[in-house]
């Protein structure tokens, strides 16, 4: 079944307590992103990646950190998490960028991270 | 950067009957417009995506209006059902190819049976 996975799906921590979130996809897509989703906020990028090795910014990169040292692996990092990085997260993964042709993103059902 | 207003942030439905919800925009060079669906629980999915050379887009019971003029676009469901209850999320996306996409802030839609 063609999927993009999260893990945890839930999560309590304390601050300061470095963390990592794992995203994988399976249908061998390009670009693959991570979001926050806020009550009011609706969903906001993180960090994206076209592909391999090529990661960049979203609109709220701050407290985060990403990887693609695979193309199906898009782990989430929060080195040193606070209050307010408390959240619901996406990852989301496309055949290509969000401009191109392939631009329906799929979306993994999300992790829940509460930081205390 | 893009912004995208989305209207309203909450709708309540008879069922049955339609509804619309209403996105704005202001960079002219967007050019694509999907439209997400987040049940309960789940992450959103792609429901219906329109371009900016295309005026209206329909598949079965929804659809999806583009005015590139007055830059907004709709999203219109007929003949609501209760499982239609859901967040609704508008986006669009500009050029160049690697624009990530920007998303509203959500409608929540109740039909009520």
């Known amino acids: 079944e063609a999927q993009v996975t999260q893990n945890p799906r839930y999560l309590i921590t304390v601050t300061g307590k470095k963390l990592t979130v794992t995203c994988s996809q399976n249908m061998n897509h390009e670009y693959m992103s991570w979001y926050r989703q806020d009550p009011g906020l609706g969903l906001r990028q993180i960090y994206y990646s076209m592909n391999v090795e090529v990661t960049d910014k979203g609109d709220v990169p701050e407290g985060y950190k990403v990887s693609r040292k695979e193309k199906r692996n898009f782990p989430l990092i929060l080195e040193s998490p606070s209050p307010n990085q408390t959240s619901l997260y996406f990852c989301?993964?496309?055949?290509?960028?969000?401009?191109?042709?392939?631009?329906?993103?799929?979306f993994g059902p999300g992790t829940r991270l509460t930081v205390l | 950067g893009e912004n995208v207003e989305q209207h309203p942030s909450t709708l309540s439905v008879q069922e049955g009957d339609s509804a619309v919800i209403k996105c704005t925009y202001s960079d002219s060079a967007s050019n694509y417009f999907p439209w997400y669906k987040q049940e309960l629980g789940k992450g959103p999915q792609l429901i219906i995506d329109i371009r900016s050379n295309v005026g209206e887009k329909k598949d079965q019971r929804i659809a999806v209006t583009l005015n590139k003029t007055a830059k907004h676009f709709s999203l219109h469901i007929t003949e609501t059902q209760p499982e239609d209850s859901a967040v609704y999320f508008c986006?669009?996306?500009?050029?160049?190819?690697?624009?990530?996409?920007?998303f509203g802030k959500g409608t929540r839609l109740s039909v009520i049976a």
């Open positions: 986006a669009l996306t500009s050029p160049p190819g690697n624009t990530p996409l920007v």
């Open positions: 989301a993964s496309s055949l290509g960028g969000s401009g191109t042709s392939y631009n329906e993103q799929f």
